[in-house]
């Protein structure tokens, strides 16, 4: 846990414009935002990434399957959710920066089948969260900005600097926000993600 004290930001905050398929926004939070359906709602958020290994939310709010002995319950949820889990600090493999950059644009351009067993389907925007919103999503966000919209992100830190200033992190946070080793991983994603560009592959 950080011991930089806290800041009296909001929930969530948006911070992309128009960066999927369909004119979606992308906003960035911590797990107040991600638990509020009501907020996700009225934000037009149809999907969650969350980013953090150590925080599960249970998104089901009817389900079908029961709990029983052993076994949790399980059913749809009111949202589409997405999980990654990364630590927040040393001991992600690198690949996993570069697979969270591939999960968040599935959550913008996965397509789900017309089918009674598939009842979210709606492509709206998207958050990506971790426990605070500080460091972990800020990381895969960035990393996403910068190929996504390169015209407006050159570099990762470019696109790290938009987004402390959209989400209200202070200049007393920034050697946290993100954490020096996910700035390494995306670092080093980042590089993967220019030689798939490079080949025609991205």
């Avoid at 994603?189 to 592959?201: I, K």
């Amino acid at each position: 846990m950080s011991s930089v004290p806290a800041y009296p930001r909001a929930a969530m905050h948006r911070i992309a414009d128009a960066i999927g398929p369909e004119g979606q926004h992308l906003y960035l939070g911590g797990d107040d935002a991600a638990r509020d359906l009501a907020l996700l709602r009225a934000h037009g958020i149809s999907a969650v990434v969350n980013c953090a290994v150590n925080l599960d939310i249970n998104y089901v709010c009817d389900p079908y399957l029961p709990a029983a002995g052993d076994k949790l319950a399980g059913g749809h949820a009111p949202i589409r959710y997405y999980k990654m889990g990364l630590v927040d600090g040393p001991g992600n493999p690198h690949q996993m920066a570069l697979a969270g950059f591939f999960l968040l644009d599935g959550a913008f351009h996965q397509q789900i089948p017309d089918k009674p067993s598939y009842p979210n389907r709606e492509r709206g925007n998207v958050l990506i969260h971790c426990r605070a919103g500080r460091s972990r999503s800020v990381a895969i966000a960035a990393l996403y900005l910068r190929h996504r919209q390169p015209q407006l992100y050159p570099s990762l830190q470019a696109a790290i600097e938009v987004i402390r200033s959209r989400r209200e992190l202070q200049p007393y946070e920034w050697f946290e926000t993100p954490k020096p080793s996910l700035i390494e991983a995306i670092t080093q994603a980042d590089r993967m993600l220019v030689q798939l560009t490079a080949s025609g592959l991205l």
